[in-house]
């Protein structure tokens, strides 16, 4: 049972455009969500949250937009960069169960910055 | 500051032999969780521990185990390993909040 679900494995954007990268969840518990990007053989890096009480959270290029009543939330990217490309992963949790605050990610979207 | 350091980086083993992973958290972090990553998939999470007791398990079979030191640090242990094993570890810490930085993770393959 997928409760996180990147239904796109791959996108390529043109450098200097927007990338925008979507996630789907099932699970209405979940409250706090995360974005981290991944390059090869190193562990993901964290990028951005949300709370559910927000709907957007915006940090440099990066911004968060998060649709309660779609369960839907989507990354941006403006503008991309070459250095941008790599596997990017959705991740939620529920804090209704403090101290056990484990992620539930998705599959992963494979970013291609185009130079 | 270091952030989170994980050892070591690669394995090999065989089917049926016992593995142990090690994980130092970054400073001043009381909470440390482990994920497999399977090739292809999204991390999977495994166990949290947060001041040295366990705080959640996912779905993964009694051949995993894990425990937190007094200073922190974490092992996972797996026994009896399986093919179905080979994976890429991580190692995530956290001040008991949902913002967990990752470790570069241990790449296990078993033959």
């Known amino acids: 049972d997928q409760q996180v679900k990147q239904n796109s494995p791959s996108l390529s954007v043109q450098e200097g455009r927007i990338s925008i990268l979507n996630c789907d969840y099932t699970?209405?518990?979940?409250?706090?969500f995360l974005w981290y990007k991944k390059y090869p053989a190193e562990g993901p890096t964290f990028l951005i949250s949300?709370?559910?009480?927000?709907d957007k959270n915006e940090d440099g290029r990066f911004t968060v937009f998060l649709n309660k009543s779609a369960k839907h939330l989507s990354l941006h990217i403006v503008p991309s960069q070459p250095g941008d490309s790599a596997v990017y992963f959705c991740?939620?949790?529920?804090?209704?169960?403090?101290?056990?605050?484990?992620?539930?990610f998705g599959t992963g979207t494979r970013l291609t910055i185009i130079p | 500051d270091a952030g989170v350091t994980q050892s070591p980086t690669h394995l090999i083993k065989t089917r049926g032999q016992h593995v142990t992973l090690r994980c130092s958290p970054i400073?001043?972090?009381?909470?440390v969780s482990w994920y497999q990553q399977v090739l292809g998939q999204g991390p999977q999470f495994i166990f949290q521990?947060?001041?040295?007791?366990?705080?959640g398990r996912g779905n993964f079979p009694d051949r995993f185990s894990a425990r937190q030191f007094p200073n922190y640090s974490s092992e996972l242990n797996v026994n009896a390993l399986l093919l179905g094993d080979s994976a890429l570890y991580l190692c995530?810490?956290?001040?008991?909040?949902?913002?967990?930085?990752f470790g570069p993770g241990t790449r296990l393959t078993v033959l």
């Open positions: 521990y947060y001041e040295k007791e366990e705080r």
């Open positions: 995530a810490s956290s001040l008991a909040s949902n913002e967990q930085f």
């Open positions: 949300i709370s559910s009480i927000k």
């Open positions: 991740a939620a949790s529920a804090s209704y169960d403090f101290g056990n605050e484990k992620l539930t």
């Open positions: 699970n209405s518990m979940f409250d706090y």
């Open positions: 400073s001043g972090h009381k909470s």
